[in-house]
């Protein structure tokens, strides 16, 4: 199982992960009280660790937007969490080919957890993300999960922290995706993001 450290937009939150080493780390596009600029980001992203990978979270971002973060090395997975249809996913994924296989463009769809009742529609992003709302908080109710019908390797998110992060890691996702839960009033901890990690490591070696 991985784990991904969301929302970074301080020096401070850079050296909170490359000291924990979580796989994955995300830079707030959207509007949001995390969001960064496109400078900051990519400042922060090259101060990450390499093996750390970078996220873009972005909402109904352009196309060529979301294109030049990955061509100048920001970021090498974006995070849809808008109405970007299928269209705009191939698009997305022409415009960021690339000749080096190492550094595949990859891109995470959000579902809403409401959108659980019905059949998970087919895309050809590469991993989906269940979320209660984007950057709610707020966990869902994970009764609604059922792993067997989700295709793709997939995330969970929403409200992710350290009292329940156990219960998280039993319904078996690809990885937990944390943001508020890696925080104490509103800023990132470096405690909460060791313990947070040390949790999932351990947990995959039991």
């Known amino acids: 199982m991985r784990i991904k450290i969301c929302g970074l937009f301080r020096e401070q939150d850079i050296d909170y992960v490359n000291e924990a080493r979580p796989d994955y780390a995300g830079f707030v596009f959207a509007k949001s009280k995390r969001q960064v600029s496109a400078p900051l980001a990519q400042y922060l992203r090259f101060r990450l660790v390499d093996s750390i990978v970078p996220v873009g979270v972005f909402v109904n971002a352009p196309i060529a937007e979301v294109a030049a973060l990955y061509h100048n090395g920001t970021i090498s997975i974006a995070q849809l969490h808008g109405e970007e249809d299928e269209g705009y996913i191939l698009q997305l994924k022409k415009k960021c080919e690339t000749n080096n296989k190492q550094a595949q463009f990859r891109v995470i769809k959000v ?17 989906l993300l269940i979320d209660s709302g984007a950057g709610t908080g707020k966990s869902f109710n994970w009764e609604l ?24 890691m039993a319904l078996n996702p690809f990885a937990v995706d944390i943001s508020s839960g890696a925080e104490t009033d509103g800023i990132k901890d470096r405690e909460k993001i060791l313990q947070l990690v040390t949790m999932v490591r351990k947990g995959n070696i039991q």
């Open 145 to 168: 999960l059922n792993p067997q019908k989700i295709e793709k390797p997939w995330f969970l998110a929403g409200g992710v922290n350290l009292d329940n992060i156990k219960q998280a």
């Open 111 to 127: 579902i809403k957890s409401e959108g659980l009742k019905n059949k998970i529609p087919a895309t050809t992003a590469d991993y």
